[in-house]
Structures are given as structure tokens and as C-alpha cells.
């Protein structure tokens, strides 16, 4: 087993593979010149395998597994798919034009195996209509230009072609909000609808006048990895997105997604809720 790691979040992303072959030789006690003196390289090769920016082998990465006492073999076997693993994503070309979170936040979605979304105040970027990204974009401060604006949107485009398991929960203030008019409200509500339809999404809603919604404030992205292990909760905050992949921490957001789902409506009378809310428009 994986020895405990200390809680923290990220306030950055970083590819997981190499993020978790930092962890592990930390957790063993190695500096990266003693890891370094184990695979017989220098130890600039380590920082930039643990940075990403080198890459590494199948091999390397089972030496240095097992020079680290790594014993969970599924665990390993998840680290070297993804270390070498050699797609050329399509987030890649946004980089240098978008922050850096942004594609951090591809890659995630790219690797994962599920996703889970609890929204408070916005509907959630994946399943937005294009006026409403493009009215939630132009509403940040400070102001992005013409160019960052297309681009962000294009991009949010690009991420809502996933086709694995995604289920979100949205409270009733997000569906009533109005980011931009009417129009583009009741069109926001119909592409729920319309999207809620496909085998691998589910929509849940918490009205307003439920007793037991535990958590008010609960905004998060839970991306399952591989390995539960290799799971991270993204959230954003006033300095910017955080990752959190702590497993102390990774549990308690566990806890919050079950509870705030416990609270909402099952999925087809969700679809009935958005189905009144866009007749009230």
C-alpha cells in the first residue's frame, strides 16, 4: 500500500503521474539527488520527470516504484498508462492562450473514468449552451478581451465532448438565475433537458424548499481517476482554481457529494422541475 501523505491542495495542476512519483518518494524519505543516485541519472532528471517536463519510461517508472516500496501493483500499472501514455491531447493547443488551470482541467477530464458536479449558482460549465458560457465569461472581472472571450468559449466547447459517466446536482437558484435574459434561460433549461436524455449523463435538482440540503456553498468538480487514489476534486476560488487530491480530504468530499445527493430530487423528477421552471419563462 501507498504510504499516507500529508493533506494539501494544489493551486496549480500538474499531471498526475508525475505529481504521484513526487509523493511516493517523499513519502519514502528519499531526496530527488538519493532517487536520482538509484536510477543512475542526474538529479535534474528526477525534478524534471516529478515537473513534467521530461519524459518517462515504463521501466523508470517501476524502479523507481519499487526503490520507493510501492507495493500495490494496480496502482503502479495505473502510473505507467499514464506517464506514457504519448496522446497528444487537444487541449495542447490552447496552451500559452489560455491559464494554465484550464488545461489542467482537460487533462484531468481526459484521464478520468467518472465526473461528478454540484452546482450552486451557475449551471455547470459541461452542460452550458453557448450564450450562457458566453454570458458567464463576460461577466469576469476584469474584463477578457474579444479574443480571450472566443477562446475560453471554444474551449469549454471542446470539454463537453466527454462520453463517460458525468452526474450533476443543481440547486434551483442555479436554474433561476438568469446570466443573461429569457431567452437564454429558457434555452439553458431545454439543452438540460436534451442532455439528461444520454446514457452516461444524470441530472439531479435541489429545490429550494428542501429541509435537508446539508451544504449551501458546495460547488465542486469530483474527478474520478483510474484508481480512486488517482481521484481530484476541483474547485474555484477567489486566487484561482484549487485541486485538492489529498486522501484525508478526498474522503470528506465524498461524504459532502453523497449528502448533497441524499438532498436532491431523483433524476426523472428533476426533468419534471426543469420542465416547469422553462414553462414559467
Known amino acids: 500500500m501507498r504510504r499516507s501523505r500529508p493533506a494539501r491542495a494544489r493551486a496549480r495542476g500538474r499531471p498526475p503521474a508525475p505529481a504521484e ?75 500559452g492562450l489560455l491559464p494554465t488551470p484550464f488545461l489542467d482541467l482537460s487533462e ?85 433537458l436534451e442532455v439528461s436524455d444520454a446514457d452516461h449523463i444524470s441530472v439531479r435538482v435541489i429545490p429550494f424548499d428542501r429541509d435537508d440540503f446539508p451544504r449551501a456553498s458546495g460547488t465542486m468538480t469530483y474527478v474520478g481517476g483510474p484508481l480512486s487514489k488517482l481521484d481530484t476534486v476541483v474547485r474555484d476560488a477567489l486566487h484561482g482554481t484549487v485541486f485538492i487530491d489529498s486522501e484525508a480530504q478526498l474522503n470528506t468530499y465524498r461524504t459532502s457529494f453523497r449528502k448533497v445527493e441524499e438532498a436532491s430530487l431523483d433524476p426523472e423528477k428533476s426533468r419534471d422541475f426543469i420542465r416547469r421552471l422553462a414553462k414559467e419563462l
Open 21 to 95: 512519483l513526487r509523493r511516493l518518494r517523499e513519502a519514502a524519505g528519499l531526496t530527488s539527488r538519493q532517487a536520482a543516485a538509484l536510477l543512475g541519472v542526474a538529479p535534474a532528471q528526477i525534478t524534471h520527470i516529478e515537473s513534467a517536463l521530461a519524459g518517462v519510461s515504463e521501466q523508470r517508472v517501476r524502479r523507481l516504484a519499487s526503490h520507493y516500496a510501492c507495493a500495490d501493483a494496480e496502482f503502479v500499472d495505473a502510473l505507467v498508462a499514464m506517464a506514457t501514455d504519448r496522446t497528444h491531447g487537444w487541449w495542447e493547443e490552447y496552451r
Open 108 to 192: 484531468l477530464e481526459h484521464h478520468a473514468r467518472y465526473l461528478r458536479h454540484v452546482a450552486i449558482l451557475y449551471v455547470p460549465g459541461l452542460l452550458q449552451t453557448e450564450e450562457y458560457s458566453r454570458a458567464v465569461f463576460s461577466a469576469r472581472l476584469p474584463e477578457l478581451t474579444a479574443e480571450e472571450l472566443e477562446l475560453r468559449i471554444r474551449h469549454r466547447k471542446e470539454r463537453q465532448r466527454f462520453a463517460i459517466p458525468y452526474e450533476a446536482v443543481i440547486h434551483e437558484a442555479a436554474l433561476r438565475i438568469r446570466v443573461s435574459d429569457r431567452a437564454t434561460s429558457r434555452a439553458q433549461l431545454k439543452r438540460l
